[in-house]
């Protein structure tokens, strides 16, 4: 594995990108062009994994590289986002070997124009939005707003001693100000991490754990299910029907995330400086990048 040492880390990380691009340039690659704009691509998710996935360029996994194309879903087009899925597809399928040469990865879809813009609500506007769903559903709605999830992360949902975490860089003050019990979620990219649901949460989410976990598909994704909550597109869908019944607008099921990570840096900064509370936030959010969760204080 590279490491940086005392080297710059953009030098470090351009060398990985042009060393693979030499191994498909003229046989995989033809266009010039292509390769320039691989080796953009390549130097970005080089130093990316080197500095938050601890491992070099040409060790990033499947996932991995979907952990990192989700990341940069929130800051870049759709169309940035596909070169970077292209380039590290070529590098997996011919280089790495970490791909056969007729896989493919996943495509992530950019949420850069959704997010340049607040999405957030109010506590009070998610307890009336609450009032206007139905009990699966408002549990579900309360459960996202309190430790921020995402709606297939609903599914997901495990009591931290029948899944630990994945191991991540993590604060002492994490979760500070806050009381509750400790789960985990799978979120995008399969990344596991720690989250906490208010005790009183728990006590009613633990009301609908099921006998014998089930599958349950949805949108093509499978999921294995502990609890019979509402989660996935369909809460999501109930959520913006409610919100829009009830406020007349709707931001989705995703405003949650914003709320939490709005109200999450409020409290924190009673009793921390801003830039170390932001820190705090993003681990609780299961981002590697403290500026992407600063996209969620708007």
């Known amino acids: 594995m590279s490491k940086f040492s005392n080297k710059d880390p953009n030098t470090v990380a351009h060398r990985q990108a042009v060393n693979v691009i030499k191994q498909v340039q003229g046989k995989v690659i033809k266009s010039v062009g292509t390769a320039r704009n691989y080796e953009q691509a390549l130097s970005q998710a080089a130093l990316f994994a080197n500095k938050h996935l601890n491992c070099g360029l040409r060790e990033l996994t499947p996932k991995l590289a979907e952990q990192y194309l989700h990341e940069r879903a929130v800051t870049v087009s759709q169309k940035t986002l596909d070169m970077d899925r292209q380039a590290l597809q070529c590098m997996m399928r011919h280089v790495s070997k970490q791909i056969n040469v007729k896989a493919t990865l996943s495509i992530v879809k950019s949420e850069h124009q959704q997010q340049l813009r607040s999405r957030s609500y109010t506590p009070h ?4 939005i609450k009032q206007r769903q ?5 549990l579900s709605t309360q ?10 992360e609903l599914y997901t949902l495990r009591l931290i001693n029948e899944r630990q975490p994945d ?4 604060l002492p003050e994490k979760f500070n100000e806050r009381e509750g019990a400790r789960y985990t979620v799978a979120g995008k990219g399969g990344l596991t991490r720690e989250v906490q649901i208010p005790y009183v949460l728990a006590e009613q989410l633990e009301r609908h754990r099921l006998e014998t976990p089930k599958m349950i598909t949805d949108r093509q994704i499978h999921y294995q299910i502990h609890y019979d909550i509402a989660a996935g597109k369909a809460w999501s869908n109930s959520f913006s029907a409610a ?10 099921a995703h405003g949650l995330r914003h709320s939490y990570a709005q109200e999450r840096i409020t409290e924190l900064q009673q009793i921390m400086p801003y830039e170390r509370a932001l820190e705090v936030v993003s681990q609780e959010m299961g981002h590697f990048r403290s500026d992407i969760t600063e996209i969620y204080l708007r």
């Open 243 to 252: 919100s829009q019944r009830t406020l007349g607008w709707t931001e989705g």
């Open 125 to 128: 506007q998610v307890q009336l």
């Open 143 to 152: 459960i996202a707003h309190a430790a921020g999830l995402r709606a297939h």
């Open 167 to 170: 191991i991540r860089p993590s």
């Open 134 to 138: 139905n009990e699966k559903n408002g």
